[in-house]
C-alpha cells in the first residue's frame, strides 16, 4: 500500500527546525517509525527492539552516541530510558537542530526521563492511528459500522488484516512488552479482564469503586491501571466542564478510548452485525467523534481543550471544545434521524452560557441544515466545524 500522508507531517517538521531532539509519543502501531523513516530519508535508522543494538545503548550510551553521530533516528527509545542524559551533553555537543529524531511507544517512561534530562532541548509530537480525514480516500461514505469495528490502526490498512486477528495480536503485544517494561504485572487474565471492564465504561463518567468491586481488585490498584492505560495511549480523559451556573453538576470525569476498533475487540462485538444490536453502539460513535477531535489537536498542535457537562439531572452535552474566547457545543448521536430531544439539552445549557458559542448536532443522517442557532452536520464532515 502507498505511504498515506499524515496530518501531523507539518508539526514534526517544525519541531526539527527548533529542537535540537524531537520525540514522536504515540500508542504501538500508530505509524511512527513509517512516518519518522518518510520525512527524514537522509538520517541513519537505529531501532532499539534489536536486542545487540539495545545492549550496546544500556552497556556503552557515551560510546553509542559517538558511534551513530547525528543525523539519526532512534526508534523505542523507551527501551533505553537511561540514553537521555547522554543525549542532552551530545545534543549541547552538536547543537544543531534536528539531530536526534527518537520515537516510542510509552508515554510513561519517556516523559519521565524527558523532564529531567531533556528540558528545553526536545520538542514532542504525539502520533494516534489514522485519523477519517487522512483515510478520506480509504473509506466509504456508507460504511460507517465497518468503519467502528476495524478501527484506525495502520496495519490493518497496509496489510489487509482483519480487524479481529490484528486486535487479539495487538492486545498479546500490549501485555506481554508494554505492560512488562512499564509495570511488571503478572497476573495478566487479571488485567485483560480489567481492560474488558474499562471498555464496557467507555463513554461513561469514570466509577474506580465499581470497577474494582467487578474486577476484585483494590481501589488503588483501579487507579494506577487507569493511569497506566493513559499513559501507554490505550485511553483518554474528558474533564467535565466546570464553570459555575449555580448547578450541581458532575466533577468527575469521563473515560474514552483513542481507538474505537480496541473497544470492539474487547467487548467481543467482532462484525457490524454484532455492533448493530449493540447496547454501546451510541457510546462508540461518540468516541470516534471525539477521538478525531483528539486526533487534530495532537496534528495541528492546536491546544483546544475538550469537556463535558451534565448536571444533576442528567442534562448533558456530549462535547465542549474551548477555543481561546468562544465555545464549541456538539450533542453526538448515532441515529439518523434527526429528533426533537436531540435540541433540548443544547438549549437548556445555552440559555446558562454567556460565552460566545456556536452550538452542533452530529448525526450519521445525510442531511445538513440549520435549526434556529443550531447547526446540524452529518459525522463525516466534522472537520468543516
Known amino acids: 500500500m502507498q505511504y498515506i500522508k499524515r496530518k501531523i507531517e507539518n508539526e514534526v ?18 505509524g511512527k517509525s513509517t512516518l519518522v523513516q518518510q520525512l527524514f530519508k537522509k538520517y541513519k535508522y537505529i531501532t532499539l527492539e534489536d536486542p545487540d543494538i539495545r545492549k550496546q545503548a544500556l552497556n556503552d550510551p557515551r560510546g553509542f552516541l559517538s558511534e551513530i553521530g547525528r543525523r539519526v533516528i532512534i526508534d523505542e527509545a523507551q527501551k ?92 498479546d503485544t500490549y501485555l506481554e512488552k508494554d505492560i512488562r517494561l512499564i ?24 466509577n474506580t469503586l465499581a470497577i474494582s468491586n467487578e474486577c476484585d481488585i483494590s481501589h488503588n490498584t483501579v487507579k494506577e491501571w487507569l493511569n497506566l492505560l493513559e499513559r501507554s495511549y490505550i485511553i483518554f480523559t474528558v474533564r467535565p466542564y466546570l464553570k459555575n451556573f449555580n448547578r450541581r453538576i458532575t466533577k468527575k470525569p469521563k473515560i474514552f478510548f483513542y481507538d474505537t476498533g480496541l473497544v470492539c475487540y474487547l467487548l467481543n462485538i467482532h462484525n457490524t452485525e454484532h455492533l448493530k444490536i449493540h447496547p454501546f453502539k451510541g457510546s462508540i460513535f461518540e468516541t470516534l467523534i ?6 487534530n489537536n495532537f496534528n495541528l498542535a492546536q491546544n483546544r481543550e475538550f469537556y463535558f457537562w451534565r448536571d444533576k439531572q442528567q442534562r448533558e452535552i456530549d462535547l465542549i471544545i474551548q477555543d481561546g474566547p468562544q465555545i464549541k457545543i456538539l450533542e453526538i448521536k448515532s441515529g439518523q434521524t ?26 450519521t443522517g445525510p442531511n445538513e441544515t440549520k435549526a434556529n442557532e443550531i447547526k446540524i452536520r452529518n459525522w463525516r464532515n466534522i472537520y468543516k466545524i
Open 80 to 171: 533505553a530510558p537511561e540514553l537521555f542524559s547522554y543525549l542532552q551533553t551530545a545534543s549541547d555537543k552538536h547543537n544543531i537542530s534536528g539531530s536526534y529524531i527518537l520515537t516510542g511507544s510509552q508515554n510513561y517512561l519517556l516523559s519521565e526521563k524527558i523532564s529531567q534530562s531533556l528540558a528545553g532541548r526536545i520538542g514532542i509530537a504525539t502520533l494516534l492511528p489514522f485519523s477519517m480525514e487522512e483515510l478520506k480516500n480509504q473509506i466509504k461514505d456508507d460504511e460507517l459500522n465497518e468503519i467502528l469495528v476495524r478501527g484506525f490502526y495502520p496495519r490493518i490498512f497496509d496489510k489487509k488484516i482483519r480487524a479481529t486477528s490484528f486486535y487479539k495480536t495487538y492486545m
Open 13 to 30: 517538521k517544525t519541531l526539527a527546525r527548533e529542537f535540537p531532539i524531537v520525540a514522536i509519543l504515540g500508542p504501538r502501531q500508530s
Open 338 to 363: 434527526v429528533r426533537d430531544d436531540f435540541f433540548k439539552h443544547l438549549n437548556y445549557f445555552a440559555k446558562l452560557s454567556k460565552e460566545t458559542k456556536e452550538q452542533f448536532i452530529i448525526y
Open 183 to 206: 509495570k511488571n504485572i503478572t497476573k495478566y487474565d487479571i488485567f485483560h479482564k480489567f481492560l474488558q471492564v474499562v471498555a464496557g465504561r467507555n463513554g461513561q463518567v469514570i
Open 290 to 295: 471525539i477521538s478525531e477531535f483528539v486526533k
